[in-house]
């Protein structure tokens, strides 16, 4: 079985600063892991993924995390925060192939100081 | 190309009453997947249908129900409803399993 924990409920960052959201995974295999972000009363986009390959990836809107298979985390970063950041961030793990579907973490609420 | 669609986007119903929340995926897409999400629980994985086969299910009791027609339109059932089913229901459709979930904006059942 697969799981992720979330460091941090809430995190603050002022506008223009460094964002940072931590996830670490327990996986049996190989994982595909994911951000998502959801905005209130709204699903959850993809921000980005890994499934393969390099282990630095890119996402929309300047966020980008990298696979650290060592330390078992797939941290989240954006150099300079924006106001419309603001919004609930979820890391997940699956098993490829979609086995048992998705896990998510519980979730960080970023919010954006002016 | 339309998203996913989950209709309706609210709900309210009655203790022991059932309910019947719909998805209509990303045409193309033959993978649907269902989650439930509360602020207790977080998300959590209902069950996932592909080519109308059920693939796999979460540790959710069998009042929990599904099903996915030849369209790939998919509809989740819950009978017997209690106060802890009040949750957002999300509904996510890829290509095939295991692929890039793209996700509905919800149903948000409430149960009074």
């Known amino acids: 079985a697969q799981s992720v924990t979330q460091l941090g409920s809430h995190v603050s960052v002022s506008e223009g600063a460094l964002v940072l959201l931590r996830c670490n995974y327990s996986s049996s295999v190989p994982p595909y892991l994911f951000w998502y972000v959801q905005y209130p009363n709204q699903g959850l986009q993809l921000l980005l993924k890994?499934?393969?390959?390099?282990?630095l990836v890119k996402g929309i809107n300047g966020f980008e995390a990298e696979f650290k298979k060592s330390e078992t985390s797939f941290h989240l970063t954006k150099p300079s925060a924006h106001m419309s950041d603001a919004a609930e961030y979820f890391c997940a793990v699956s098993l490829g192939g979609g086995a048992d579907g998705l896990t998510f973490g519980k979730g960080t609420h970023l919010i954006i100081q002016p | 190309k339309a998203g996913v669609t989950q209709t309706p986007r609210y709900l309210i119903k009655t203790r022991g009453q059932q309910v019947t929340l719909s998805c209509s995926p990303i045409?193309?897409?033959?993978?649907v997947s269902w989650y439930q999400q509360t602020p207790g629980q977080g998300l959590q994985f209902l069950f996932e249908?592909?080519?109308?086969?059920?693939?796999n299910k979460g540790n959710f009791p069998g009042r929990f129900s599904g099903r996915q027609f030849s369209n790939s339109r998919s509809e989740m059932n819950v009978s017997t409803l209690e106060l802890g089913d009040s949750a957002l229901y999300l509904c996510?459709?890829?290509?095939?399993?295991?692929?890039?979930?793209?996700f509905g904006q919800g149903t948000r059942l409430t149960v009074v």
């Open positions: 890994y499934t393969t390959g390099a282990t």
């Open positions: 045409s193309g897409h033959r993978s």
């Open positions: 996510a459709s890829s290509v095939s399993p295991g692929a890039e979930a793209f």
């Open positions: 249908y592909f080519s109308e086969t059920q693939r």
